[in-house]
């Protein structure tokens, strides 16, 4: 089992940046990798950026590459998205996971409450 707990979202403007902290905690989580999706209103939950427990290996989405920034702190047990240059449609409620992908599908069995980012244009 693995809990996940969200921080750091908010209103920015455009061209601006936040960032997200997620504390993860179980037995377990060295065995996951972390990361993030987000669902933007009426849209599905899509993969935005995910970690390996070294930090050795990131992912990201096409949409946020060069923008987005994962990190992770293993002592502290959580990972961080730096997300630069917002755009209005980065405008979703953000949630940490531990992401698995199967081919190019990325899903989590684990999911945090999730974080409203608002970009305002």
């Known amino acids: 089992q693995v809990q996940l707990e969200e921080s750091g979202g908010g209103l920015v403007q455009a061209g601006g940046s936040l960032r997200l902290s997620c504390a993860a905690s179980g037995r377990t989580v060295s065995n996951y990798r972390l990361g993030w999706f987000r669902q933007a209103p009426g849209k599905g939950r899509e993969f935005v950026a995910a970690?390996?427990?070294?930090?050795?290996?990131?992912y990201y989405a096409d949409s946020v590459k060069g923008r987005f920034t994962i990190s992770r702190d293993n002592a502290k047990n959580t990972v961080y998205l730096q997300m630069n240059s917002l755009k209005p449609e980065d405008t979703a409620v953000y949630f940490c996971?531990?992401?698995?992908?199967?081919?190019?599908?990325?899903?989590?069995?684990?999911w945090g409450q999730g974080t409203q980012v608002t970009v305002s244009s």
């Open positions: 970690i390996n427990w070294s930090g050795d290996s990131t």
């Open positions: 996971a531990a992401p698995g992908r199967i081919g190019s599908t990325w899903w989590s069995e684990y």
